[in-house]
C-alpha cells in the first residue's frame, strides 16, 4: 500500500541552525500538508500546498518557514533559523479526495 | 474555544472492556476524521465520516451532524488499543485539519 514517508526520523540542531525537512507524498497525489504537534499538545496546521505553491498558511507559518516541491517527488519544510520554541513533531501529509494521509513524522529538537 | 473538544482527555480500561470517546465541534463541517497516535508519534487515519455509522473490525465511529457529535467506540478492547485518538475536522476549501488534544487511552491486561 502507498504511503507517505518523512526523513529523517529525528532531527537535533542547535539554535540558529537552518534545517529541511523531507517528506515524499503519495505519488498521484496533489494536495500537501505540514503539521506539527509540539509535546504534549494538539497537532497544528501549519501549511497546505498545491500546484506548486501555498494555497493556505496559519500565523505559526512566518518568513523563517518556507515549502517547496523541487522535483515532483519530494515535498520539503525549510526553517531558516530554527527557534528553541520549533522543537515539536513534524507531520507531512497528502490527500486525495477527502482523506489525508500521515508520514510517520519527524522530531525536530532544537538545543 | 477550541473548535474540536474531545472526552475524556484520558482514559483508563481493562482488558474486554467497551471503550467511548466522544468528540464535540462548533462549525460547520461536511466529515469528520478519526485518527490514531501511538506513542512513537506516527498518526494513522482510522475513519472519515460524514454521516451516520461506519465500523472497521472492533473499531465503530458514529456521527450526529445536527447535534455536532462524533463518538468512537472500541469493543473488546485490548492492551494494542492504548494510544492517543484524536478527532479532526477538515476546514476550508484547502481541507486543513483541525485537530482536537486527544484522548489517552490505557487499557491494561
Known amino acids: 500500500e502507498p504511503e507517505v514517508t518523512q526523513t529523517p526520523s529525528h532531527q537535533v540542531t542547535q539554535m540558529g541552525q537552518e534545517v529541511i525537512l523531507r517528506c515524499v507524498p503519495i505519488?498521484?497525489?496533489?494536495?500537501f500538508y505540514w503539521y506539527r504537534q509540539i509535546l504534549g499538545q494538539k497537532v497544528e496546521f501549519l501549511v497546505s500546498?498545491?500546484?506548486?505553491?501555498?494555497?493556505?498558511k496559519s500565523e505559526i507559518f512566518d518568513d523563517q518557514f518556507s515549502v517547496e516541491r523541487p522535483d515532483g517527488s519530494n515535498f520539503t519544510l525549510k526553517i531558516r533559523s530554527t527557534k528553541l520554541e520549533d522543537s515539536a513533531m513534524y507531520f507531512c501529509?497528502?490527500?486525495?479526495?477527502?482523506?489525508?494521509?500521515f508520514g510517520p513524522g519527524t522530531r525536530l529538537t532544537v538545543l | 474555544k477550541n473548535e474540536v473538544e474531545q472526552s475524556p482527555q484520558n482514559l483508563t480500561a481493562q482488558e474486554g472492556e467497551f471503550i467511548t470517546i466522544n468528540c464535540s465541534y462548533s462549525?460547520?463541517?461536511?466529515?469528520l476524521h478519526w485518527l490514531q497516535q501511538h506513542p512513537g508519534g506516527g498518526i494513522v487515519s482510522l475513519f472519515m465520516?460524514?454521516?451516520g455509522k461506519k465500523k472497521h473490525g472492533r473499531l465503530i465511529a458514529t456521527i450526529n451532524i445536527q447535534e455536532k457529535h462524533s463518538s468512537l467506540h472500541i469493543t473488546a478492547s485490548h492492551p494494542r488499543d492504548s494510544a492517543v485518538y484524536i478527532c479532526?475536522?477538515?476546514?476550508?476549501?484547502?481541507?486543513?485539519?483541525?485537530f482536537g488534544k486527544g484522548t489517552l487511552l490505557t487499557v491494561n491486561p
Open positions: 505519488s498521484n497525489h496533489l494536495y
Open positions: 479532526a475536522v477538515p476546514r476550508g476549501s484547502n481541507y486543513k485539519l483541525t
Open positions: 465520516l460524514s454521516s
Open positions: 500546498f498545491y500546484n506548486n505553491e501555498i494555497s493556505e
Open positions: 462549525v460547520g463541517i461536511s466529515a
Open positions: 501529509a497528502s490527500r486525495e479526495i477527502d482523506t489525508q494521509y
